[in-house]
T-cell receptor, first 113, second 114 residues
């Protein structure tokens, strides 16, 4: 069972470069999420998509864009990377309803130099 | 907006000690509440959940009770093991409309020593 698959696992960018983090789920979930994890800050929500065709800002959306390409895929784009975006990024998906479990990818460790 | 506050770590315990990690929440409605665990180098995985007031979630010896009157969902375990060393996250999922928003606390690192 693949679950939630994120690519790449590691990435080093130079300041100002752009990149897209990919996420795909095979559980037919409606909702998908992007979080960043920083020491002492826990998981902070960047963007989420409650269903195909919709996206909403989370707590820390500045500097990021997202695309819900179809029900399976939800990508996160950094247009002009900054050192402050050095972090571990997690994608998650969740079924409909507040009581359903979220499933997480293995994370992408991004370093911006 | 909705938020989750959990006790800061790290929490360091000896094997077989009693564990409590405090979690309180703020929400406009009646959210579902979760505890997730993250082992080193991995993503998060669900530990337990509760969906309404007075529900008790339990799994692998861990328990947490949804207390609406104190807006709390504290995690407890009677006797921890070295293998329980991980980061624990409290989370809530709102019931409002179709947003299905999922909010996490800052996480609490638990280190269990033999």
């Amino acid at each position: 069972n693949a679950g939630v698959t994120q690519t790449p696992k590691f990435q080093v960018l130079k300041t100002g470069q752009s990149m897209t983090l990919q996420c795909a789920q095979d559980m037919n979930h409606n909702s998908m999420y992007w979080y960043r994890q920083d020491p002492g800050m826990g998981l902070r929500l960047i963007y989420y998509s409650a269903s195909e065709g919709t996206t909403d800002k989370g707590e820390v959306p500045n500097g990021y864009n997202v695309s819900r390409l179809n029900k399976r895929e939800f990508s996160l784009r950094l247009e002009s990377a900054a050192p402050s975006q050095t972090s571990v990024y997690f994608c998650a998906s969740k079924g409909t309803g507040s009581n359903t479990e979220a499933f997480f990818g293995q994370g992408t460790r991004l370093t911006v130099v | 907006g909705d938020s989750v506050t959990q006790m800061e770590g790290p929490v360091t315990l000896s094997e077989e000690a009693f564990l409590t990690i405090n979690c309180t929440y703020t929400a406009t409605g009646y959210p579902s509440l979760f505890w997730y665990v993250q082992y080193p180098g991995e993503g998060l995985q669900l530990l337990l959940k509760a969906t309404k007031a007075d529900d008790k979630g339990s799994n692998k010896g861990f328990e947490a009770t949804y207390r609406k009157e104190t807006t709390s969902f504290h995690l407890e375990k009677g006797s921890v093991q070295v293998s329980d060393s991980a980061v624990y996250f409290c989370a809530l999922s709102d019931r409002g409309g179709a947003t299905n928003k999922l909010i996490f606390g800052t996480g609490t690192l638990l280190a269990v020593q033999p």
